[in-house]
């Protein structure tokens, strides 16, 4: 039985916002809000947005989870917005969005299983899509999302996912640093033994965000809602791989990609570290299947070993229950002729990502000093800094590590422009294709081998 639907205006501004302004000729509409991304895409506020957003949503803790998120922003002391969330409850959501079509920029964050099934639904409507991050976890939402892709291009809409990690200053370095000859040389291939990329990530299921501990939804920790770790987090190594070493360059995953192999393994939580996680005092009954001997088993962690137009590369995505200190952590190397470029974020640097230069022996400090001018005009205050190891560390100063929350507004930056130019990048659309590729071909190969 359908329940009860509810039409409600939540009006949580902390200052007035201007409306009607010829400039604000987007307005969002979020659906089905489930995972804090959603909320980070309106932590800042946009010019060309309007303040009105449309939330549809079967309603329950998810929703008012969103919504105390976005209260916190519009009630901050430093730069509050000024949002109103206009919500629709009940479960015909998604036929109401639809139906309604409130907004020309549909937001999507939660549930993965159905989030594929959304976005081709919102698209077949002519409304454009800004994704978070899986857009496909399985073989059959790949084959959907290519669909995807092919009614966006012939209705002349946008279908655009968050990468936020390509405004990590570090790997934004390690890529403008890599095609200096002088300093980086040209990028090894090496093997699957000892491959020419790798990029490792780990993230944390309790841990602070917003400046508060974050509340996980139940069906996050069943991978066939969420997705595996290596369908998931994966996406954004993935994306790096593409984004560093081939930039701008289109990739065709039927010529340019050989998934060679993959696999993955479970992070178990107790039910104490489950209840402090969800605020649930026991697994409920669809989790059950995966719970061994009083743990859930959560099969977070994966690697995949592939071949990207002859480059080896390894990824792999781990997540712990609670970080060691400070939040999630991003380790990548890539090995050149003249120097490795190796970002580490451990103890030893406190937790904060740093990039170093490992020069090949025979390459002076003063050589790769004078080839790496060009990235000090461009990025002043960014020096190199000699170690006693013999590495080189890339000194970034604070100014440039905005963080990975600011990093969905800058995302969304972009997405606005595209959105106003009414294209992006010709090579966009087929690198997410072949990202999605690896990342469900490696899950396909995953189950083989379990």
């Known amino acids: ?142 084959r959907l999302l290519e669909e995807c892709f092919e009614i966006a291009d012939r209705k002349g809409i946008l279908l655009y996912d968050i990468m936020t990690e390509r405004f990590e200053i570090t790997s934004m370095l390690q890529k403008e640093i890599a095609e200096i000859p002088g300093i980086f040389g040209e990028q090894i291939q090496g093997t699957p033994d000892n491959p020419g990329v790798t990029m490792e990530s780990v993230h944390c299921f309790y841990k602070n965000v917003s400046g508060k501990a974050l509340t996980r939804p139940a069906w996050f920790y069943d991978v066939t809602q969420q997705g595996e770790g290596i369908a998931d987090v994966m996406v954004h190594l993935v994306d790096l791989v593409q984004w560093e070493c081939f930039p701008e360059q289109a990739i065709d995953y039927k010529t340019d990609v050989i998934v060679t192999s993959a696999s993955h393994w479970s992070t178990n939580l107790t039910p104490e570290e489950f209840k402090k996680s969800t605020g649930l005092d026991e697994f409920p009954e669809f989790l059950q299947k995966n ?91 960014v020096e190199l800094c000699q170690q006693e190891d013999g590495r080189i560390l890339v000194s970034i100063p604070k100014s440039y590590r905005n963080g990975h929350e600011a990093h969905f507004g800058q995302v969304t930056g972009n997405f606005l422009e595209y959105l106003a130019n009414g294209n992006m990048p010709e090579w966009e659309v087929p690198c997410m294709i072949a990202k999605y590729y690896v990342t469900t071909r490696g899950w396909e190969l995953a189950q083989q081998n379990r």
């Open 1 to 142: 039985m359908n329940k009860a639907t509810i039409i409600s205006a939540v009006v949580l501004t902390a200052v007035s916002c201007s409306r009607g302004s010829n400039d604000q000729n987007v307005t969002l509409i979020t659906l089905d809000p489930g995972h804090f991304h959603a909320a980070l895409v309106q932590k800042t506020q946009y010019a060309q947005v309007s303040p009105d957003v449309y939330v549809y949503s079967p309603g329950g803790p998810d929703l008012e989870e969103h919504l105390a998120k976005i209260k916190a922003y519009n009630t901050r002391e430093e730069n509050p917005t000024c949002w109103n969330e206009v919500i629709y409850q009940g479960d015909d959501f998604l036929d109401r969005m639809i139906q309604e079509k409130k907004g020309n920029v549909m937001v999507t964050a939660g549930n993965n299983a159905k989030k594929t099934e959304y976005i081709k639904k919102t698209l077949d409507a002519g409304i454009n899509v800004l994704a978070d991050k899986p857009m496909a976890i399985n073989a059959d939402n790949f």
């Open 291 to 381: 719970v061994r001997n009083g743990v859930l088993e959560v099969f977070a962690n994966g690697e995949i070993n592939y071949c990207l137009r002859g480059v080896c590369a390894k990824v792999r995505a781990l997540w712990d229950y609670e970080p060691a200190s400070g939040g999630d952590t991003h380790f990548a190397v890539r090995r050149g002729t003249r120097a490795n470029l190796t970002i580490c974020q451990t103890e030893a640097e406190n937790f904060v990502p740093e990039l170093y230069i490992e020069p090949a022996e025979g390459c002076s400090f003063s050589a790769v000093a004078k080839a790496f001018e060009p990235i000090a005009a461009k990025y002043p205050g």
